[in-house]
């Protein structure tokens, strides 16, 4: 679909725009060191919802989103000057929890996988215990006639 290629190849270059001008073009204190991770487009290219994280921590995420929100203006302008678009899409700044969420669900597993062994060490001890295999007592066997 060419709509769809369309608005990737411009969700890509709004995404390098705005990497370059955090670098270099804004001047609000309050968000210093951002990385661009994404840059989402609605199908009728009006919104850019635009994910970012403060570099390595330094700073409050909201506060970086309020600076980057009050320079969406310039920066709306900007992209859409160096892109060539008739009508640039209103900015949307929106913390990118995606690695936090990966790194949770990655603990996540290593947890699930820990205890997977530990309770598999535990069975084979149990198993290898004298008198553990083939005993009768305590299982389910018929009554003798």
């Given at each position: 679909?060419a709509?769809?290629a369309?608005?990737?190849r411009?969700?890509?270059?709004?995404q390098?725009?705005l990497s370059?001008?955090a670098?270099r073009?804004i001047?609000?204190?309050?968000?210093?060191?951002?990385?661009?991770t994404a840059?989402q487009?609605?199908?009728d290219?009006?919104?850019a919802?635009?994910?970012f994280?403060p570099?390595?921590?330094?700073?409050d995420a909201?506060e970086?989103?309020?600076?980057?929100a009050s320079a969406?203006?310039f920066?709306?302008?900007e992209?859409?000057?160096?892109?060539s678009l008739?009508?640039?899409p209103?900015?949307?700044f929106?913390?990118?929890r995606?690695?936090?969420?990966a790194?949770?669900?990655s603990?996540l597993?290593?947890?699930?996988v820990?205890?997977?062994r530990?309770?598999?060490?535990?069975?084979e001890g149990?198993?290898?215990a004298?008198?553990?295999?083939g005993?009768?007592g305590g299982?389910?066997?018929?009554?003798a006639?």
């Amino acid at each position: 679909m060419a709509g769809s290629a369309r608005r990737e190849r411009i969700e890509g270059e709004i995404q390098r725009v705005l990497s370059q001008l955090a670098a270099r073009g804004i001047k609000d204190p309050r968000v210093g060191s951002v990385t661009i991770t994404a840059v989402q487009l609605a199908p009728d290219l009006s919104v850019a919802r635009v994910f970012f994280l403060p570099f390595a921590g330094r700073q409050d995420a909201d506060e970086v989103r309020a600076g980057l929100a009050s320079a969406a203006g310039f920066l709306r302008g900007e992209v859409g000057r160096r892109l060539s678009l008739r009508h640039a899409p209103r900015l949307e700044f929106v913390v990118d929890r995606h690695l936090e969420q990966a790194s949770e669900l990655s603990a996540l597993i290593d947890r699930a996988v820990g205890e997977d062994r530990s309770r598999a060490a535990g069975a084979e001890g149990a198993a290898d215990a004298p008198g553990a295999a083939g005993t009768t007592g305590g299982g389910h066997e018929p009554p003798a006639t």
